[in-house]
């Protein structure tokens, strides 16, 4: 069975510029979450999804958003890109929602500001 | 609101020697806590988790956490560290059984010592 997916792997982006980052759960998982890793700030919740519906969300600015697809695909999106946004990016899969203790992590996209 | 604090960024110790990695956590309800793991370049893996079944927790690759309400502590320790242990470790906490959204600690580095 495969793993959380997640595309691509390392990015390199300006800032100003915008950003899409894609996961794919493990198979029959439909609830997707994301977080942020910086050395600064350590893991951050980003947001959740599940049935195409943003469940919960971190605090985070606008800037960041998310979606999911009709086959829980998942994509993250970073407009207006600064420095500090600089971060691993990690996807989350669970079978439903209110299975958190069955996450399963994606290895991540290492997104660089310049 | 829940947190967790890992006291020691970084721990290190000789192979074959105790690991005990501290965690505290701060939370308003009864919380329910993980411990996971990441090797270099990759996502997280669940070590294990309390949700309040058994004070005593047991994990895979022999660790182990014990859930201490009146210390507001949930310590990993292993009896016998092994090279393959040398990786960050993070403590985390959940607001109700179940829920995606996590709350980390800041990790703390384990280096095996040969």
């Known amino acids: 069975k495969a793993g959380v997916t997640q595309t691509p792997r390392y990015l390199i982006k300006t800032r100003g510029q915008q950003v899409t980052l894609s996961c794919s759960p493990i198979s029959g998982h439909r609830s997707v979450s994301w977080y942020q890793q910086t050395p600064g700030q350590g893991l951050q919740f980003l947001f959740e999804y599940f049935s195409e519906t943003q469940r919960n969300k971190g605090n985070f600015p606008g800037r960041f958003s998310g979606r999911q697809f009709s086959n829980s695909r998942s994509e993250m999106n970073v407009s207006t890109l600064e420095l500090g946004d600089s971060a691993l990016y990690l996807c989350?899969?669970?079978?439903?929602?209110?299975?958190?203790?069955?996450?399963?992590f994606g290895s991540g996209t290492q997104l660089s500001v310049l | 609101a829940q947190s967790v604090t890992q006291l020691g960024s970084h721990v290190s110790v000789s192979e074959g020697a105790l690991v005990l990695l501290r965690c505290n956590y701060s939370s308003s309800v009864p919380p329910y806590l993980f411990w996971y793991v990441q090797y270099p370049n990759q996502g997280l893996q669940l070590l294990l988790k309390y949700t309040s079944a058994a004070t005593l927790v047991k994990g895979i690759n022999g660790f182990e956490a014990e859930f201490k309400k009146s210390e507001t502590s949930f310590h990993l320790t292993k009896p016998s560290a092994h090279m393959s242990d040398a990786a960050e470790y993070f403590c985390?906490?959940?607001?109700?059984?179940?829920?995606?959204?996590?709350?980390f600690g800041t990790g703390t580095r384990l280096t095996i010592i040969p």
């Open positions: 985390a906490v959940s607001a109700y059984f179940g829920n995606e959204k996590l709350t």
């Open positions: 989350a899969s669970s079978p439903l929602p209110g299975s958190g203790e069955k996450l399963f």
